[in-house]
C-alpha cells in the first residue's frame, strides 16, 4: 500500500539547486507541524547526500526491519524519520545509478510509519529520477519550494516550480531562505544574497509566499548539533510557516483524490 492509500499525505520540500538550506528547514518545518498536533514523519529522500539523521540527532541509528519493511528512527524531537544517512557508513559515497536511488527511495517512503499522517520529503536538488519516482509513484499532496533570494537560485526554484506543475502536483508556496544577515555585532543588516527575490519570483508565478528566514549562525549551529530551533518554546520562526502549511492541509484543494 502507498502512503497515500493509506490516508497518509506526503508534502515534498523542494529547490532544483543544492545549498539554500533546504533540509534544514524540512527537519525545523516537520518539527513545527508536529508542535501543531501533525503525526509527522520525515523521509530524507536526498539518497546521495543524506543530511537527516544529524540534524535530528540520530546519527549511528539503524532502522529496524519487520519483514520487507523498515521500521523509522525515533528522534529526540518526536519525529520518526528514515534516511539513507543511517543504512551507510558515515563518509561513504553512495555510487548509484537512478534507479536503484529511485528504489532505495520507495523502501524509506515504503516503511513502518504507523499513525504517522504527514510525511514531509526532503528532496535532493534536481528534477531527475528520484523526484519523477516520487510523483509518479506518491503523488504528494503538494511541494513547498526553497530559495535564496539571489538570482541563480531563482532560476533553479523556477524550474523545480515548473517540474510540479507539469506532474500535477499543487505548489503550496515558497519560502525564502538566508533572507538577510543581522551583524551580532552592530545589529545592522545586510542582504549577502539580495532581497525580496523569492516574493518577487512567487508574485510573478501566482504562488502563495510563505515567508522567509534570516541568515543566521544560531539556526545553522542549532541544526547541525541536532537541535532544530523549531523545537524551542519560544520558536518565532518557523511556527509561522508551519502554521500557513497547516491551514493550506485544511483547505478543500489539498484533499487527495
Not at 528547514?25 to 507541524?33: E, P, R, T
Not at 538577510?180 to 543588516?189: K, L, Q, S
Amino acid at each position: 500500500m502507498t502512503a497515500e492509500k493509506r490516508g497518509r499525505k506526503i508534502i515534498a520540500v523542494g529547490s532544483g539547486k543544492g545549498g539554500v538550506g533546504k533540509s534544514t528547514l524540512s527537519a525545523n518545518l516537520a518539527i513545527a507541524l508536529k508542535k501543531l498536533g501533525h503525526k509527522v514523519g520525515l523521509v530524507d529522500a536526498d539518497i546521495y547526500g543524506p543530511s537527516q539523521s544529524r540534524l535530528l540527532a540520530t546519527e549511528g541509528v539503524r532502522p529496524t526491519a519487520q519483514g520487507q519493511k523498515m521500521d523509522p528512527v525515533p528522534s529526540p524531537h518526536g519525529i520518526p524519520m528514515l534516511s539513507m544517512g543511517q543504512l551507510v557508513k558515515p563518509g561513504q559515497a553512495v555510487a548509484w545509478r537512478g534507479p536503484m536511488a529511485a528504489n532505495a527511495l520507495g523502501q524509506l517512503i515504503d516503511a513502518e510509519w504507523g499513525d504517522t499522517d504527514l510525511l514531509i520529503l526532503d528532496l535532493p536538488p534536481g528534477t531527475g529520477d528520484v523526484q519523477l519516482t516520487m510523483v509518479q509513484k506518491y503523488k504528494p499532496a503538494g511541494a513547498i519550494i526553497v530559495s535564496t533570494p539571489q538570482d541563480l537560485a531563482l532560476m533553479d526554484a523556477t524550474r523545480a516550480i515548473d517540474f510540479f506543475r507539469q506532474a500535477s502536483v499543487p505548489v503550496i508556496g515558497m519560502i525564502e531562505n538566508m533572507a538577510g544577515y543581522a551583524c551580532p555585532h552592530c545589529g545592522e543588516v545586510s542582504d549577502p544574497f539580495g532581497q525580496g527575490g523569492a516574493q518577487a519570483a512567487a508574485k510573478s508565478m501566482d504562488l502563495d509566499f510563505l515567508g522567509r528566514v534570516p541568515l543566521d549562525i544560531a539556526i545553522r549551529t542549532a541544526s547541525d548539533a541536532g537541535r532544530p530551533p523549531a523545537a524551542n518554546a519560544d520558536d518565532e520562526l518557523f511556527a509561522p510557516l508551519a502554521q500557513r502549511i497547516a491551514d493550506w492541509l485544511k483547505a478543500p484543494r489539498s484533499i487527495a483524490s
